[in-house]
């Protein structure tokens, strides 16, 4: 009798007093989420079904998977107005226009960053050795940094378009 009690008593803690699958139940709403984008808290405890929901599936794969899009098919590639790059998910700014330039490798390349604390460097060993990956503050994957790109940081942020959205400046 006793072996009968506690799975009994396990399956009623998986269902919430509505009668749910608790497993099921969203730990945050759409709703709750981009509120904390908008105040930009809090970030790293959205949860990635959430993320799913409010981004397109091109930026989800990016963002939170690593993929990576096609060269010269991402629509940030031939910006040339001034403004803030933020990335898509987090709506951390970081890149500005003024840090950008054309590399020929067919995504947005800038040379440096506008804040250092809005982006993380690791390792990344995913693909024919040792590259330099760049994440954003909360955790999304940007694209790579190299070190071909043009004076003074001599460095390449190559990232992906869909990663990022573009902010332009207000007109005085």
Same mark, same amino acid.
């Given at each position: 009798?006793?072996? &009968? ?107 440096? &960053? ?59």
């Amino acid at each position: 009798m006793k072996k &009968m009690i506690f799975p009994l008593f396990a399956v009623l803690l998986l269902f919430n007093a509505s009668g749910a699958y608790a497993a099921d139940a969203p730990a945050m709403t759409v709703e709750q989420a981009r509120q904390l984008i908008e105040e930009g808290r809090d970030l790293d405890t959205i949860p990635k079904a959430v993320w799913k929901q409010i981004l397109t599936p091109e930026q989800y794969n990016i963002l939170w998977r690593k993929g990576t899009e096609r060269p010269f098919t991402g629509e940030l590639l031939n910006i040339k107005q001034k403004g803030t790059y933020v990335t898509a998910g987090c709506r951390i700014p970081v890149f500005r226009s003024e840090q950008k330039f054309k590399s020929g490798t067919g995504w947005p390349s800038f040379w440096d &960053m506008a804040d250092k604390d809005n982006i993380v460097l690791a390792d990344d060993w995913s693909w024919l050795g040792k590259r330099t990956e760049v994440l954003s503050a909360c955790g999304e994957h940007l694209g790579h940094v190299f070190n071909d790109g043009p004076p003074p940081t001599g460095l390449r942020y190559c990232i992906n378009s869909d990663a990022l959205l573009f902010i332009p400046d207000e007109e005085p």
